[in-house]
């Protein structure tokens, strides 16, 4: 079975560091593309970014280039989005999904990172 | 980056009715386009790939149509498990894969 299995909720203050994680099983990590998407509270899903764990190859969306850092670490089947330092607007729940390769959909999904930013 | 602009944002139907939502692109992308169901506090799952292909386990009463920049999915007689929002994404333009902005289907 095919299963995305992200981290638990995390709740920082802002400036911190932050990295959470998505594990895969069930399938070959390392030949399956892996995104992020965010969505803040009660608006619609933004696409992050994506990487290819086979060779780390990544891509990021032009909205969050250089606002996150995605990677990932095939040898634990495990994909990461990390901040460096936190805002209160990085409140949101965080999404992981897999595809298996350009133009192909993202058919499977983790259950979600919710990240509360706040003094 | 490609917007994708979703209507309407708020959709009112009786179970049982035809709902159609529609979805745009600014530019082609071509039939690279998903829709993805959310439900309140739960995990979008994909409904439809290639603009008009289901998702395993997907009922048939889910349709999808279009290429190029205009799209509509189409859920034949709604049920009660079908109120949700309702998101499509185009894949054909890396990496910005952009979503719509949502068309919420609520009972009316």
């Known amino acids: 079975e095919v299963q995305l299995v992200q981290s638990g909720a995390e709740v920082k203050k802002p400036g911190e560091s932050l990295k959470i994680s998505c594990q895969g099983s069930?399938?070959?990590?390392?030949?399956?593309?892996i995104g992020w998407a965010r969505q803040m509270p009660g608006k619609g899903l933004e696409w992050m970014g994506i990487?290819?764990?086979?060779?780390?190859?990544?891509k990021y969306s032009p909205s969050f280039q250089g606002q996150v850092t995605i990677s990932a670490d095939k040898s634990i089947s495990t994909a990461y989005l990390q901040w460096s330092g936190l805002k209160a607007s990085d409140t949101a729940m965080y999404y992981c999904a897999r595809s298996s390769g350009r133009y192909r959909p993202f058919d499977y999904w983790g259950q979600g990172t919710l990240v509360t930013v706040s003094s | 980056e490609i917007v994708m602009t979703q209507s309407p944002a708020t959709l009112s139907v009786s179970p049982g009715e035809r709902a159609t939502l529609s979805c745009r692109a600014s530019?082609?992308?071509?039939?690279?386009l998903a829709w993805y169901q959310q439900k309140p506090g739960q995990v979008p799952r994909l409904l439809i790939y290639?603009?008009?292909t289901r998702a395993t386990g997907i009922p048939a009463r889910f349709s999808g149509s279009g290429s190029g920049t205009e799209f509509t999915l189409t859920i034949s007689s709604l049920q009660s498990e079908d109120f949700a929002v309702y998101y499509c994404?185009?894949?054909?333009?890396?990496?910005?894969?952009?979503f719509g902005g949502g068309t919420k289907v609520e009972i009316k």
């Open positions: 990487i290819y764990p086979g060779d780390s190859d990544t």
């Open positions: 530019q082609s992308v071509s039939s690279n």
């Open positions: 994404q185009q894949y054909n333009h890396w990496p910005g894969l952009t």
């Open positions: 069930g399938y070959s990590f390392t030949s399956y593309w």
């Open positions: 290639g603009a008009s």
